[in-house]
């Protein structure tokens, strides 16, 4: 079992920045690959951005891809999403997950293990 909790989401102005980050404990947090994922009302979840378990291999979706960075510290057992230039679209919940092995666009279904989710609200 991987239990995973982000935090870090909030209210920001379009065009401003804020960072996800995603707690893991339960297991070897090294051991797994992991992803970003979000949720806006009434859409279905969606790929954001994936990472390597050494870190060494990165993907994003196109509609982030320039604007956000995925990153981890395996010594600290924590997953990050850097999210700059944030557009009202960006509204979401964002999940962390993870699964064992890497892949440059990740489905929902490739992941085992969730966190809750964290809510972003970007204004106009």
């Known amino acids: 079992q991987v239990q995973l909790v982000e935090s870090g989401g909030g209210l920001v102005q379009a065009g401003g920045s804020l960072r996800l980050s995603c707690a893991a404990s339960?297991?070897?947090?090294?051991?797994?690959?992991m992803g970003w994922f979000r949720q806006a009302p009434g859409k279905e979840r969606e790929f954001v951005a994936a990472i390597s378990r050494s870190g060494s291999s990165t993907s994003y979706s196109d509609s982030v891809k320039g604007r956000f960075t995925i990153s981890r510290d395996n010594a600290k057992n924590t997953l990050y999403l850097q999210m700059n230039s944030l557009k009202p679209e960006d509204t979401a919940v964002y999940y962390c997950?993870?699964?064992?092995?890497?892949?440059?666009?990740?489905?929902?279904?490739?992941?085992?293990?969730w966190g809750k989710g964290t809510l972003v609200t970007v204004s106009s």
């Open positions: 339960g297991r070897t947090f090294s051991f797994y690959a």
């Open positions: 997950a993870t699964t064992r092995y890497y892949s440059n666009n990740f489905s929902p279904a490739d992941m085992d293990y």
